[in-house]
C-alpha cells in the first residue's frame, strides 16, 4: 500500500493506476464502518484509495475542528488490513487555494435537519469532495448511510455536475449493542457509552411500530421522543428519499432520523425504511 502525501503523488498514483478506482473519503479516526467501506470498494474495484483529511471547511465554529480525534498510524494499518491500494494525507494548503469559489451544496436539500442546524456544514463538504473527485477521478466513491443527508447531497451534486461517477451507499455498521460506529463513540465514557444506546433503540422502537402497522409520523416521532428521554434531543424526524417532511411513513421511500447529545457528544443516527 502506497502513502501519499501530496497532490503531485496522488496524480502520479492515479496516472499508473491499471483499472477501476474506488475512493473513499475520510476524516480518519477509522473503525469498523470505514473498513466496510474500503472493503467494499476492494471488492468492487481494481484500486482503491483512501483519503483521509479533517476538512476544515465543514466544521462551524465552536465545533470539534481541533480536539477531533487523529491517529494516522491506527489509520494505516485498518487501510492496509482492508486492502487499500493508497492512503493519501493531504495538506490544507494544497487542497486550499485563498478567495476561491464556493461549491455549493442544493439548497433544497441542505436547508433542513442537518444543514439548519449547522449552516454551511454542507458546503463545506460539497467543496472538499469535488476537489478530490477531480483530482482522484475515480470509477466509483463509497459513503456510509449513516449520513444519510450528506450522501443524499454528494449524490445530487455529482448528478448536477455531469460527473461520470458512481456514488455507492453501504449500510450502517454497528456494534454488538445496535451503537452505530462513530470516529465522535471516542469521546463517550462508559457511562455515556449507555446513554447513547438511546438513538438506536429509538430506532428500533419506530421500527417495531411500523412492523405492527403504525405509519402516523406524528405517532412515531412522539414515541421515539419518549425512547430518547433524558437525552438533550435536535431531531427525530421522518422525511422521504427527498428529505422532505411526511405525514405517514412510505415503505421503501422513508428515512428516520436522530440527532442528539450524550453528554457534549452530539450523535447521529438513522433508519431506511
Sequence with gaps: MQILKSVS????????????????????ALHGGHASLIKKSVEQNDNTIVSIFVNPTQFLPGEDLS??????????????????SAVFFPKESEIYAKDEPLILAPKHLSSVLEGTLRPGHFDGVCRVLNKFFNLIRPDRAYFGKKDA???TIVQNMVKNFFLNLEIVPCEIVRGGDGL?????????????????LKLSRALMKASNLIKAGELNSKVIKTAMQESLEPLKVDYAE??????????KVILGNSIILVAAYVGKTRLIDNLWV
Design 9 to 28: 503523488e496522488v496524480l502520479e498514483w492515479r496516472k499508473n493506476a491499471k483499472g477501476s478506482v474506488g475512493f473513499v473519503p475520510t476524516m480518519g
Design 67 to 84: 480536539t477531533y480525534p487523529r491517529n494516522e498510524e491506527a489509520d494505516i494499518k485498518i487501510c492496509s488490513l482492508s486492502g487499500a
Design 149 to 151: 443527508q450528506q450522501l
Design 180 to 196: 452505530a460506529l462513530s470516529s465522535r463513540n471516542t469521546y463517550l465514557s462508559d457511562s455515556e457509552l449507555c446513554y447513547a
Design 238 to 247: 421522518i422525511v422521504n428519499r427527498d428529505f422532505e417532511a411526511i405525514e
